[in-house]
């Protein structure tokens, strides 16, 4: 029904940085928890992180150390932060959601993926 609008995808050489960006396409929604998900070809969609309504955050194994989760309320953005990153961070990655607006809450909307790739 409402689909997030994602940003900050693209190509990084090993050991670089890429911020992702998450925002809900109106002013009247609110982010209360959101999650990013990652797919590659022929791979299965995994969990990369996510962040709860009061802020608390997993992130993968794997990813430990590497990736930061966050939110900015003032903004109404969830972003990932992704450092010393490595070809197997290659994948397209996703911004899932819940959203608050007036005294309802919507659940589990999606952003349209960024396409992330890390070169050798």
């Known amino acids: 029904q409402v689909q997030l609008v994602e940003s900050g995808g693209g190509l990084v050489q090993t050991g670089g940085s890429l911020r992702l960006s998450c925002a809900a396409p109106e002013s009247t929604f609110s982010i209360t928890a959101s999650r990013w998900w990652r797919q590659a070809p022929g791979k299965q969609r995994e969990l990369v992180a996510d962040?709860?309504?009061?802020?608390?955050?997993t992130v993968l194994d794997s990813a430990k150390g590497r990736f930061t989760i966050s939110r900015d309320r003032g903004k109404n953005t969830v972003y990932l932060q992704m450092n010393n990153m490595k070809p197997d961070d290659t994948a397209v990655y996703y911004c899932?959601?819940?959203?608050?607006?007036?005294?309802?809450?919507?659940?589990?909307?999606w952003g349209q993926g960024t396409q992330v790739t890390v070169s050798s």
């Open positions: 899932n959601a819940d959203l608050l607006r007036g005294g309802s809450s919507y659940y589990e909307h």
């Open positions: 962040i709860s309504v009061n802020g608390s955050t």
